[in-house]
């Protein structure tokens, strides 16, 4: 699904990711985990082309980030950890706006919208304008967006920020039925306990380099040491950092 091989971004003579790689395959619901600063957002940004890679190369099924850079973000779904709505738009003229963006028809644009109010609960907010919303209710509206044009990947940076627990639980839980439906799921955050209670494996990141990828239970027993959690397994792994 996803193949991300030898990529690297630098920054004069600073490489923020130095050398990644890594696969992701369809169903994947993957924890993108680092420190701040270990290169996170660089690489999903990178994913998403909102960044040129120095070097390296990332593709999305046949789809080459340079070579097929149109296709493959017809492909993927973005959700920032900042969503950008317009304020003087109602939620559901903005969903209207992004769909018709991806050159999704009137009657299934329709039925893709009453689909992702239904998964995120918008409710009657949607016919509100955005400027009234709350931070939650603008990540959920954000995440309906990214999800209209069904895209194979979906690539979340920090989707927790600001949320109340009813919220949290509600963008969950989309998320688990889209894995479950097949799509591949990137998510960035530093809430660990969500990651370790929804995600499928583990990517951690430190210092612009991967320092571990495996299944979410790998490491419970990494090199046979016993972690309780993965919070003591990530401060364990990354403690020079501190």
């Known amino acids: 699904m996803l193949t991300i091989n030898n990529l690297t971004k630098s920054y004069n003579n600073f490489n923020a990711v130095d050398n990644i790689s890594f696969r992701l395959e369809s169903g ?40 097929n850079h149109i296709q493959l973000k017809q492909n993927l779904g973005y959700i920032p950890d900042q969503p950008f709505l317009y304020d003087k738009l109602t939620g559901l003229e903005f ?16 039925k893709k919208i009453n689909e992702t109010l239904e998964l995120l609960s918008l409710g009657d907010w949607i016919n509100r304008k955005t400027e009234t919303y709350s931070q ?27 949320l109340d627990p009813q919220s949290a639980n509600i963008v969950k839980k989309a998320f688990q039925q889209k894995a479950a439906e097949g799509k591949t799921i990137l998510i960035s955050t530093h809430s660990l306990h969500i990651a370790e209670e929804i995600c ?8 612009g380099k991967i320092i571990f990828d495996d299944k979410i239970e790998a490491f419970k027993t990494f090199h046979e040491r016993e972690y309780k959690n993965l919070e003591a397994f990530f401060l364990e792994l990354t403690k020079d950092d501190f």
């Open 28 to 67: 994947d619901f993957t924890a993108f985990l680092g420190p701040n600063g270990a290169g996170k957002t660089t690489t999903i940004k990178m994913i998403a082309g909102l960044l040129a890679p120095s070097s390296g190369s990332i593709k999305l099924k046949n789809f080459d980030s340079v070579t």
């Open 200 to 207: 499928t494996r583990v990517i951690i990141l430190n210092k």
């Open 95 to 110: 969903l209207k706006l992004t769909g018709g963006l991806f050159g999704l028809r009137r009657e299934e644009l329709k």
């Open 136 to 162: 939650g209710m603008r990540q959920r509206v954000s995440i309906a967006s990214s999800l209209l044009h069904n895209p194979d990947l979906i690539l979340v940076d920090e989707p927790m920020v600001g």
